[in-house]
Nanobody, 114 residues
Framework: VQLVESGGGLVQPGGSLRLSCAVS????????MGWYRQAPGKQRELVAS???????DYADAVKGRFTISRDNARSTVYLQMNSLKPEDTAVYYC?????????WGQGTQVTVSS
């Protein structure tokens, strides 16, 4: 499985970014997908997830600000991030527990700073 994340960058507090993750090598429509993040010196954490049926769940830290969605025709999962805070600064990854651990992508860096 190949995962390619994009859309990160430098944004001011209160700003927005939309991350994309293109997935190949799997039957994407059947995959539970999640967006994870890892800040310097911290463990990787799950911030949002979406089931194959489209049900979503969010970590408390991002609830109401982030929205996960998927386009099965494009085998792509998205993360719309609004009202960004400095504590959202991290490398963001998409992944599925259905994939081998060796298949994590490179991630995309999100930096929230004035």
């Amino acid at each position: 499985v190949q995962l390619v994340e994009s859309g990160g960058g430098l944004v001011q507090p209160g700003g927005s970014l939309r991350l994309s993750c293109a997935v190949s090598g799997s039957i994407f429509s059947r995959n539970f997908m999640g967006w994870y993040r890892q800040a310097p010196g911290k463990q990787r954490e799950l911030v949002a997830s979406i089931t194959s049926a489209g049900s979503t769940d969010y970590a408390d830290a991002v609830k109401g600000r982030f929205t996960i969605s998927r386009d099965n025709a494009r085998s792509t999962v998205y993360l719309q991030m609004n009202s960004l805070k400095p504590e959202d600064t991290a490398v963001y990854y998409c992944f599925s527990p259905q994939f081998p651990d060796s298949d994590w992508g490179q991630g995309t860096q999100v930096t929230v700073s004035s």
